[in-house]
């Protein structure tokens, strides 16, 4: 896998915990609580990929490559976290570690209305 190249990283990305609920002492979650940030590239879908995605309605999902941060991984990041691009706010479907080489990850979200 190549390195990816620093200039394709334009997108910034904001990761926090939505507002509700409650935090690990008890207490209510009031207003979101800011997790990390990261710059990103964005990956359009193009192609099978494209047509695919029209079919089943995912024209609002998005799909980013941020390089590797071990507070992303499952297992350590919180539950429930939301990630915020360009102002809009997106339930994270997945965050893969690209081939499990601790160099990028792959982030999988869907706009929320």
């Known amino acids: 896998m ?5 200039g394709e990283l334009k ?4 990761f926090q ?3 509700g609920g409650q935090n690990e002492n008890g207490f209510p979650i009031n207003e979101p609580i800011f997790y990390c ?7 359009t879908l193009k192609g099978n990929s494209f047509y695919a995605a029209a079919s089943e309605n995912l024209e609002h999902n998005r799909e980013f490559t941020i390089r590797y941060q ?3 991984d499952d297992g350590v ?4 976290l939301e990630l915020v ?7 994270i479907e997945s965050i893969e570690n690209d081939d499990g080489l601790n160099t990028t990850m792959t ?3 869907r706009a929320v209305n």
């Open 77 to 80: 990041r919180p539950e429930k």
């Open 17 to 19: 915990q939505p507002a």
């Open 107 to 109: 982030v999988y979200a």
């Open 37 to 43: 940030n990261a710059w990103a590239k964005l990956k």
């Open 70 to 72: 071990q507070k992303l």
């Open 2 to 6: 190549k390195p990816i190249n620093p």
């Open 11 to 14: 997108q910034r990305l904001t």
């Open 85 to 91: 691009w360009k102002g809009k706010t997106h339930q």
